[in-house]
């Protein structure tokens, strides 16, 4: 079956600008999570979603960065006036359960601010 | 913030022996897990360990949990050129099932 899509998988664009990144979850997963990995680094938390829950925002870095996650399923996460330190991959990650379930991740959007 | 640090940060061997990664956290967990990267992309999921369960095995993949010491470690054993990599360890803690990483262990088996 499909696993979890993310779109686009590169994105340059200049700063100020805005910008959204895209996640298709596997079908059935009712959680999603967005991490950020800067070059060398771990997995820095954004949000999390679990099914009709308000979502966890607490690791979103600024206001410049929101998210939300359409009838369950597909999420876009949006960054505001992007900024240089906004250079990142962003990994989406989905998995079938609220706890106990390995994730399933996408192979992330590689994003330049320049 | 990071809930779980790993260490070393960086680790080379030579193929055929066994490369050991720990991992430390901070608060109570449900479970902890430990994934893959290749390439700065993607991570996959090598094995998932509860909080009630002391060591699990998988393929050459061995995995010890302390809850006592908040620590775990993962051992590779007859390491392969495939196997170089990036590790790291992701805690589900208990007060929000919010799911957490470690910076990573940077492998390298050498030839």
């Not at chain 1, 059935?28 to 829950?53: D, K, M, P, V």
């Not at chain 1, 876009?76 to 399933?104: F, M």
């Given at each position: ?38 070059l ?65 991740f ?6 330049t601010?320049? | ?20 990664m ?25 094995i ?64």
């Amino acid at each position: 079956g499909a696993g979890v899509s993310q779109s686009p998988s590169n994105k340059v664009t200049e700063k100020g600008k805005d910008v959204e990144l895209r996640c298709d979850p596997i079908s059935g997963h009712t959680a999603l999570y967005w991490y950020r990995q800067s070059l060398g680094q771990g997995l820095e938390f954004l949000i999390y979603f679990q099914g009709n829950s308000a979502p966890d925002k607490s690791g979103l870095p600024s206001d410049r960065f929101s998210a939300e996650r359409t009838g369950g399923s597909v999420s876009t996460l949006t960054i505001q006036r992007t900024q240089q330190e906004d250079s990142a991959v962003y990994l989406c990650a989905s998995s079938p359960t609220r706890q106990g379930s390995p994730l399933h991740f996408g192979n992330g959007t590689r994003l330049t601010v320049t | 913030s990071q809930q779980g640090e790993e260490d070393p940060q960086a680790l080379s061997i030579q193929e055929g022996e066994n490369a050991t990664m720990n991992c430390s956290y901070k608060t109570s967990i449900n479970n902890l897990q430990w994934y893959r990267q290749n390439s700065g992309r993607g991570l996959v999921h090598l094995i998932l360990i509860r909080s009630n369960e002391r060591e699990k095995h998988s393929g050459r993949l061995r995995v010890t949990l302390d809850t006592s010491k908040k620590s775990s470690s993962l051992l590779i054993t007859a390491s392969r050129a495939v196997d170089t990599a990036s590790y790291f360890c992701a805690t589900d803690r208990n007060r929000d099932d919010k799911i957490i990483f470690g910076k990573g262990t940077r492998l390298h088996i050498l030839p």
